[in-house]
């Protein structure tokens, strides 16, 4: 079974950085995109940054310029860099796949997540 799990939550003040990092595990094949997700109390989940196979980047309005995702192919892994850190950036953070397993000759493709961390910006 595949297995997402984050690393490097936790509290800074305003105008800090961060580095949140996501490494999969299990029967894998190959990785899809990558994305980082998060979900503030009370709001819905929403997307933060995403990443093809190939590369390509995208950013929600409100981070772009101070986040920046990035891969390892090799490694099964994708992070995020946070910069310029803001009280409004709070959230769990939850990185997201699509993920190629394979059981003898049969593959599939779906989609895992993370169990979240928690970031924390104070004012």
């Known amino acids: 079974q595949v297995h997402l799990v984050e690393s490097g939550g936790g509290l800074v003040q305003a105008g800090g950085s961060l580095r949140l990092s996501c490494s999969a595990s299990?029967?894998?094949?190959?990785?899809?995109?990558m994305a980082w997700y998060r979900q503030a109390p009370g709001k819905q989940r929403e997307l933060v940054a995403h990443?093809?196979?190939?590369?390509?980047?995208n950013y929600a309005d409100s981070v772009k310029g101070r986040f920046t995702i990035s891969r390892d192919n090799a490694e099964n892994s994708v992070h995020l860099q946070m910069n310029s850190l803001k009280p409004e950036d709070t959230a769990v953070y939850y990185c997201?796949?699509?993920?190629?397993?394979?059981?003898?000759?049969?593959?599939?493709?779906?989609?895992?997540w993370g169990q979240g961390t928690q970031v924390t910006v104070s004012s």
């Open positions: 997201n796949a699509g993920v190629i397993t394979w059981r003898g000759s049969v593959f599939d493709t779906d989609v895992y």
């Open positions: 299990g029967k894998i094949f190959s990785i899809n995109d």
């Open positions: 990443i093809t196979n190939d590369g390509i980047t």
